[in-house]
């Protein structure tokens, strides 16, 4: 057996690997599985069922249900951690002394718990949780929603320094890396993981632009209502808009342009294929931390890709897309795009060897592999 061993803790069931989160979860589980970690893996689940995938890369699977308790909204901790509290869950992690790698700021409740001062704890954040929920206030129109995501982010900025007690903390992005320096100083940058093996940019395109997302989350509804008032309703080129759960304004506005097309609920391989078959994929963001997996995917799978600053800023993939800070600048990134005929083989060249050494998904893991063991 190999010496290796590891307990994961998810914040949510990571699979199918459909949104960002569970994205970087779920192939990160499968390439620490491919370098020999052997793997017992915690989830809380809430809405997402227990899943016979992650079999294949686990020694063993636990859930255990989300305690979504409204008493909870009243507590000083964050809402976000309370509810993944299980003393079920405590008890299994204290039968042996493996290291545990905790997802997320979600997932780091026994971090404060006295039987744990002596574990080998590594905590892989995926945002500046509190930065993200501020974000998330600021386009949030319903008030009981914004005062809730307003609150909930001063409780996240306080608990942050629970951080100070891990073993390591492994953030997605340099950007963030800096940031949780300052708490933990031993902060470690381990890129996304992400499903693509190599940079493949399919020949044959179709005529369209494409944002995708979790249209759910008020960041992305606002990043596509931004793009259909704001950029595509002056122009006669088609969009797609593609992700789940859509609100009423973004499918009212949709239905106001005949150029704009609303792409529901479809699966991951169905994204991945506008993604591939699209002139240009265009995405931008008014939310900076993290990374956003809908750029990997971009840029491994797709064609031209459009941004604005806060989507690449410290990433090292800004030289890999057309960066536009204004709205002047992107209507004109569209028109010159729409003009062009094929997708030049340098640019792909260029991806290559950018993603290839930055977001190598055996790389990470054994970056990953040699902090922790």
């Not at 809405?47 to 686990?58: A, D, M, S, W």
């Not at 940031?179 to 395109?205: L, R, T």
């Not at 993604?275 to 750029?295: D, E, H, V, W």
């Amino acid at each position: 057996m190999s010496s290796k061993q590891l307990h994961i803790i998810s914040f949510d069931v990571p699979f199918p690997a459909d949104y960002g989160g569970v994205i970087d979860v779920f192939f990160k589980i499968k390439a620490l599985h491919k370098a020999g970690v052997k793997i017992i893996l915690h989830c809380f689940e809430y809405g997402r069922t227990p899943q016979i995938e992650l079999e294949k890369y686990v020694e063993k699977v636990y859930y255990y249900p989300r305690k979504n308790f409204r008493s909870l909204l009243f507590n000083t901790l964050p809402y976000i951690v309370l509810t993944r509290k299980s003393e079920l869950l405590k008890e299994r992690l204290l039968n042996d002394n493996f290291p545990i790698l905790m997802e997320g700021l979600h997932s780091t409740l026994l971090l404060n718990d006295p039987d744990f001062s002596d574990r080998k704890i590594i905590v892989r954040t995926h945002n500046v949780e509190h930065d993200y929920y501020n974000s998330l206030a600021a386009v949030e129109k319903n008030i009981f929603k914004r005062y809730y995501f307003y609150n909930e982010a001063g409780k996240l900025a306080n608990y942050e320094s629970v951080l100070k007690k891990a073993s390591m903390v492994a953030p997605i992005s340099p950007k963030d890396t800096l940031h949780f320096k300052a708490i933990n100083p031993n902060s470690i940058y381990i890129p996304a993981f992400h499903p693509f093996d190599g940079v493949q940019i399919d020949s044959a395109n179709e005529n369209y632009f494409l944002y995708h997302g979790n249209l759910s989350i008020g960041e992305n509804n606002e990043a596509a209502l931004y793009l259909i008032n704001e950029v595509f309703k002056k122009l006669p080129f088609k969009l797609i808009i593609a992700g789940s759960k859509p609100s009423t304004d973004l499918q009212k506005a949709v239905s106001e342009n005949e150029n704009i097309e609303l792409n529901q609920n479809g699966s991951p391989e169905e994204i991945y294929k506008l993604i591939a078959k699209a002139k240009c994929n265009i995405l931008p963001t008014f939310q900076s931390t993290g990374i956003k997996l809908k750029l990997l995917a971009a840029l491994y799978s797709g064609r031209y890709c459009i941004v604005n600053l806060p989507m690449v800023e410290n990433t090292g993939l800004e030289s890999l897309c057309e960066v536009c800070n204004e709205t002047s600048d992107m209507i004109s990134a569209v028109i010159r795009v729409a003009e062009t005929k094929s997708f030049p083989l340098e640019s792909i060249q260029q991806r290559i060897n950018i993603l290839s050494n930055n977001f190598n998904n055996e790389s990470s893991a054994n970056k990953l592999i040699a902090a922790i063991f």
